[in-house]
Nanobody, 124 residues
Framework: QLQLVESGGGLVQPGGSLRLSCAAS????????IGWFRQAPGKEREGVSC???????YYADSVKGRFTISRDNAKNTVYLQMNSLKPEDTAIYYC??????????????????WGQGTQVTVSS
């Protein structure tokens, strides 16, 4: 079964940075679209960013200019670099994958495979 494992979450002060990783096992990511989502307590899961197999990217307005998604096919990993973090970025962050690699989406219903999530807390 396809597996995705997120890492890199933690506690950071406002204005700080974190880099999340989404590593795939039992399949190669290069033909898949990958999305990053987050869910804060009491809120719905929201799309943060995604990247398709051609490395075209999408960002939610709330993170544009602060977050950068990238993929390293040699390492079978997708990254989410998060800079200038704000308290409202606090959430569990999930990565997701789908074989419809030609485009990506910020909708969670688009994706077939999900990781277990990693906690990001932005607080002083």
């Amino acid at each position: 079964q396809l597996q995705l494992v997120e890492s890199g979450g933690g506690l950071v002060q406002p204005g700080g940075s974190l880099r999340l990783s989404c590593a795939a096992s039992r399949f190669t990511l290069d033909s898949y679209s990958i999305g990053w989502f987050r869910q804060a307590p009491g809120k719905e899961r929201e799309g943060v960013s995604c990247i398709d197999s051609g490395s075209r990217t999408y960002y939610a307005d709330s993170v544009k200019g602060r977050f950068t998604i990238s993929r390293d096919n040699a390492k079978n990993t997708v990254y989410l670099q998060m800079n200038s973090l704000k308290p409202e970025d606090t959430a569990i962050y999930y990565c997701a994958a789908d074989a419809k690699g030609g485009y990506c989406s910020g909708l969670h219903s688009f994706y077939s495979y999900w990781g277990q999530g990693t906690q990001v807390t932005v607080s002083s």
